[in-house]
């Protein structure tokens, strides 16, 4: 069952805009937050758009969606961040395969209220520079660091992380691999990197092939990463995200599923209080079971065998079950969490921090 104490709210749901939305985003900005998303017929289809909503401070309810970024090409994957100029950075990967997207960004100087012209993150790249899923993690030193990851969609496919590194603010960055033993692999591999930082190290937990997250540390600032190896965290070949709480600890939301493209349900916290090493599950969001709104056509769902038909022009799926893509942050006592459900809208949860602790 959910745990009792969390909230949960729409972003959006059942727009006319979309047919599945996913992969969602949240930031928060002037006291309160703003989500990005992207949504149309299904993955990779040209009529996908990047949305974004905002929850102003003090409100209850968000504001929008709105469209942004109206090329006629498919777009995935919006990351929202602080750039280390001050302003709300925006990041997407646009084009039909994911082996060939490119990395876009926006800019507001207004808190998300307006935005600069879409521009290519790096010129001519092909295959995704820049943020895949997670934010971008800005270093004491001025360095910022985004969780990146390729991937190669062919008979035997192969994905591969790095981390890119920018020490201009984001106008240059240098791509930085995370090792990875392929002799050890039944599957692909890993990619879309989550990144905290602790005491003058910086950690990645990244989503794999393999039933359970991988983990990989720097202690150079992101010049270089140690070997990807494998956790005890479940992980069902689908997004994961990381924050970094108060007192030290990193909790991760996931779906605890040792399945590659497995289920994707339940929706737990599970908290590490040694930099990753092991977790402790915490408090579970949702499970497919437990409805919070009296609307009869938003009754939650349990997934069915076999949901998820992947390649590279995007995973087919029907959305049924679905609790995914979650995106997380530390607002004051509370952990909010959004998250994609049944791929017709983003949800918002509220986790009290003190559910977290032992």
């Known amino acids: 069952m959910i745990t009792p104490g969390i909230e949960r709210r729409w972003v959006a749901v059942d727009h006319p805009g979309w047919r599945q939305a996913h992969a969602s985003t949240v930031l928060a900005v002037d006291g309160g937050l703003v989500a990005a998303w992207f949504g149309g017929t299904r993955e990779g289809t040209p009529d996908n758009r990047i949305w974004l909503a ?18 006629d090409e498919a777009h995935w994957n919006p990351v929202l961040a602080h750039g280390p100029d001050g302003a709300v950075w925006l990041f997407f990967k646009r084009g039909p395969l ?11 100087e207004d808190g998300g209220s307006s935005w600069s012209p879409p521009a290519e993150l790096v010129p001519g790249d092909a295959g995704g520079r820049g943020p895949v899923k997670n934010p971008p993690l800005l270093l ?28 201009d603010g984001g106008r240059t960055w240098t791509a930085a691999p995370v090792p990875l033993d392929r002799a050890r692999l039944i599957g692909a591999g890993v990619i879309q990197p989550a990144l905290w930082q602790r005491e003058g190290a910086v950690f990645a937990l990244l989503r794999s092939t393999e039933g359970s997250a991988y983990r990989s540390w720097s202690d150079d600032g992101g010049v270089t990463w140690s070997p990807a190896t494998a956790t005890a965290l479940a992980n069902n070949n689908s997004g994961l995200t990381v924050a970094a709480l108060p007192d030290g600890r990193v909790a991760c939301v996931h779906n605890p599923v040792s399945e590659s493209w497995g289920a994707r349900c339940p929706l737990v916290v599970s908290v590490s209080a040694d930099d990753g090493l092991t977790w402790r599950a915490a408090v579970t969001v949702e499970d497919g079971v437990t409805p919070f709104d009296d609307h009869p056509g938003r009754a939650p769902a349990l997934p069915p065998p076999g949901a998820f038909s992947p390649a590279d022009a995007g995973v087919a799926t029907t959305g049924v079950g679905e609790y995914s893509y979650p995106a997380a942050l530390v607002d004051g006592d509370t952990f909010v969490i959004t998250y994609t459900w049944q791929r017709r809208g983003i949800v918002e949860a509220r986790v009290p921090i003190a559910l977290l602790h032992p």
């Open 54 to 71: 905002h929850r102003p401070a003090g409100a209850l309810s968000w504001r929008g969606p709105f469209p942004l970024a109206e090329a």
């Open 98 to 108: 994911i082996s060939r997207w490119t990395t876009w960004f926006c800019r507001s």
């Open 140 to 167: 004491d030193d001025g360095a910022w660091l985004a969780p990146a990851s390729s991937e190669r969609w062919d008979d035997a496919p192969v994905w591969d992380a790095f981390v890119d590194r920018s020490t």
